[in-house]
């Protein structure tokens, strides 16, 4: 089974704005995610796969890179319009690392204040 990036699709752009043209954030992200891992080289190593929530409404967007036997980490406050690149620059080194530890450092730098929990595989 590939690893995914779940993209929460109810997330607002922001706290205060929730859709623009009639898409959520979340939405909006999903489909420049989608438009780019259509092109993108790794794309069968990787789903894109949406969630209706991941509980942490607050801090629109959210999404979170999962894998079997691997760290589960959740990011927030993602900017929905410009973070899709970004976004599977960070998959490429979460595909990359055997147990899905990323050093915060090596994040793309808009992203390295969005990264909010690590969660440890089941045992
Ligand atoms: S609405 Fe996106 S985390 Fe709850």
Redesign the pocket.
């Known amino acids: 089974m590939p690893d995914q990036l779940i993209v929460?699709?109810?997330?607002?752009f922001s706290e205060k704005e929730d859709k623009r043209m009639g898409e959520t954030g979340?939405e909006h992200l999903l489909r420049h995610l989608k438009e780019l891992h259509s092109q993108w080289s790794r794309r069968d190593e990787l789903a894109i796969v949406t969630t209706?929530?991941?509980?942490?409404?607050d801090?629109?967007?959210?999404i979170a890179y999962v894998g079997t036997g691997k760290y589960t980490y959740l990011f927030?406050n993602i900017d929905p319009a410009t973070s899709a690149d970004n976004l599977l620059s960070a998959a490429e080194l979460y595909l990359d690392s055997m147990d899905g530890m990323v050093s915060a450092y090596r994040l793309p730098s808009d992203l390295q204040l969005c990264r909010i929990a690590r969660i440890p595989p089941a045992s």
């Open positions: 929460c699709k109810s997330c607002g979340g209706g929530c991941l509980c942490i409404c801090n629109p967007c959210a927030a």
